[in-house]
C-alpha cells in the first residue's frame, strides 16, 4: 500500500508541474500584460493618393518594425481610376478596410455608420483650425486630415523667360490670355507641341477643381454651405466658361482621351506645352522624369476668376483619414494610434514634410522644412491670404465627376451646348438635394 501511494503521489505532483507549464506557455502566446507577444492586430489601409504611395508604403515598413504584432496593408486606388466607387466595392465584398478616406460633409453623410469618433486623438487636437469643419457632425471629428494643398496653372519657368514673359506681370485672365496667346505664336521656336495640357479625361481635373475656382465663390467658400445648398446658380459660370475655353483652344488634342499620365509627364514634363492645370501633388512625378525641372524650374499662378478673385489659389484638405468603427477594439485602437504617431510624433512629422512633400494641416511643424517650389507657392499665398476654398467635398455624391465633369467632355466634343451643360448640371444638383 505505501508503495502505491507514493507512486500515486509522483504522478500527482507531476500532473500539477505539466498543468503550471501549460499555464506558462499559453501566457507566453496569448498576449498577457505580464510580457507575452501581443496578438497580431492587421491594419488594411485602402488610400486614393497614388503621388505618395511608395513613400507612404515605406513608412508603414518601419512602423512594423517598431510596432511588434501590427501588420500594415496598404492599397492604393487613384489616379485614373474613381476611388469612390473602389470604396464602395471593396466593403461590398466583405474586405473592409480599417482605414480609407472621405472627402467631406458629403461623404461623412454617406459613411457615417462606418466612422469612428476621433475627437480623442492627438491628431484631432492638433489640427488647423477650420480643417476639421466638413468632418465634424455633432461635436463628432470624424476624419483627420491628410493635409494640405493647392492647385492654379502650374508653369515651366524656362519657356516663359525664353517667350520674353515674366510671371509676375500675370495678373487676371486679360493678362492670361495675353501671355497664352504669346506662347501660341512662338511654340515653333520654343519647341512646343501647345501651349496646355488640358486633361479632360480626368473628370476630377474638370468637374471638380477647375469648376470649384468657380463655384466656391457662390457659397463664400463654405464647404458646408454648399453641401447644404439645394440648387447651383453657376454665378460665375461665365467665367468658368471661358477659363475652360481658353485652356482647350491652346491644349494639345483631343483633350478629352488625355490623361493625367500625359498631361503631367508626356507632355509637361518633357517641356512639350509650357502651362498645366495641377498642383503640389504632381511634384513627384515631375521629379521622376526631370528633377532640376521639379526643384528649380516650376512656379504656380493663379486661376482667375474675374469679378471675385484673380490672384487667388485654391487651397484646402483633399481628403480625410477614417477608421472604420465597424473593426474590433484593437484594431480602432492601433488605427489611431499609427494615424498620431504619423501626424503628432517628431519622427512622423519629419517623415510628413520631407519623404511626403505635404503641406502640413496639423500644428506644430517646422515650416520652414516644405521644400518643392509648389507647395512653398501655395502655403505662402495661404499666408497672405489669397486663396479660395475648397468647396467641391459639398457638391452631392458624384456630382462633380460623373455629371458635371461627363457634361464638360460632352460640351468640349461639340455634344453639348454651353447653357444645356448648365441646365442639366443644375437640374442633376437640385434632384440630388431632394
Known amino acids: 500500500m505505501r508503495g502505491k501511494k507514493t ?66 496593408n496598404i492599397t492604393t486606388v487613384g489616379g485614373g481610376e474613381d476611388y469612390g466607387v473602389a470604396l464602395k466595392s471593396k466593403f461590398a465584398s466583405g474586405q473592409e478596410p480599417a482605414i480609407f478616406n472621405v472627402g467631406g460633409p ?20 492638433a489640427a488647423l483650425d477650420g480643417t476639421l469643419d466638413g468632418v465634424t457632425k455633432d461635436s463628432k471629428v470624424l476624419g483627420l486630415p491628410y493635409n494640405q494643398e493647392g492647385y492654379g496653372l502650374v508653369y515651366n519657368k524656362a519657356i516663359f523667360e525664353k517667350a520674353g514673359i515674366k510671371a509676375e506681370d500675370i495678373k487676371d485672365m486679360a493678362s492670361l490670355e495675353a501671355a497664352v496667346k504669346t506662347l501660341d505664336e512662338k511654340k515653333g521656336d520654343l519647341g512646343l507641341k501647345a ?20 463655384i466656391a465663390p457662390e457659397f463664400d467658400n463654405n464647404v458646408l454651405k454648399a453641401f447644404e445648398a439645394k440648387k447651383v446658380e453657376f454665378k460665375y459660370g461665365e467665367q468658368m466658361k471661358n477659363f475652360l475655353d481658353l485652356q482647350n483652344k491652346y491644349s494639345a488634342q483631343p483633350v478629352v482621351s488625355l490623361d493625367y499620365s500625359q498631361q503631367v509627364e508626356e507632355l509637361f514634363s518633357t517641356g512639350k506645352v509650357a502651362i498645366i ?8 512625378s515631375i521629379a521622376g522624369i526631370d528633377q532640376e525641372l521639379a526643384d528649380n524650374g516650376v512656379g504656380l499662378l493663379p486661376i482667375p476668376v474675374p469679378t471675385y478673385k484673380e490672384d487667388a489659389i485654391p487651397v484646402g484638405v483633399p481628403m480625410y483619414w477614417a477608421v472604420n468603427s465597424k473593426k474590433d477594439e484593437a484594431t480602432v485602437k492601433e488605427a489611431k494610434k499609427f494615424l498620431d504617431w504619423l501626424y503628432t510624433s517628431e519622427e512622423g512629422k519629419k517623415k510628413v514634410v520631407e519623404d511626403f512633400k505635404f503641406i502640413p494641416a496639423y500644428e506644430g511643424y517646422d515650416t520652414s522644412k ?24 459639398g457638391y452631392p455624391s458624384a456630382w462633380g465627376m460623373d455629371k458635371l465633369g461627363v ?9 453639348m451646348t454651353w447653357e444645356e451643360l448648365v441646365a442639366d448640371s443644375q437640374k442633376a444638383w437640385e434632384d440630388a438635394r431632394k
Open 195 to 214: 501651349v496646355f495640357a488640358l486633361p479632360a479625361k480626368e473628370t476630377w481635373v474638370t468637374g471638380l477643381h477647375l469648376s470649384n475656382a468657380f
Open 7 to 72: 507512486l500515486l503521489s509522483i504522478i500527482s505532483i507531476m500532473f500539477i508541474f505539466s498543468i503550471v507549464l501549460a499555464g506558462c506557455s499559453s501566457k507566453k502566446e496569448g498576449g498577457n500584460a505580464e510580457g507575452g507577444k501581443d496578438k497580431e492586430v492587421t491594419l488594411d489601409i485602402f488610400q486614393f493618393k497614388v503621388e505618395f504611395k511608395d513613400q507612404f508604403e515605406t513608412v508603414a515598413k518601419e512602423y512594423e518594425k517598431n510596432n511588434k504584432g501590427v501588420k500594415i
Open 407 to 415: 457634361n464638360m467632355q460632352k460640351y468640349l466634343s461639340k455634344e
Open 370 to 393: 516644405i521644400s518643392d517650389p509648389l507647395s512653398k507657392a501655395i502655403y505662402q499665398a495661404a499666408q497672405d491670404g489669397k486663396t479660395i476654398g475648397w468647396t467641391f467635398m
Open 106 to 125: 458629403q461623404d461623412v453623410a454617406d459613411w457615417e455608420k462606418n466612422l469612428t469618433d476621433l475627437t480623442d486623438t492627438e491628431a484631432a487636437k
Open 277 to 284: 492645370e495641377q498642383g503640389n501633388w504632381v511634384y513627384g
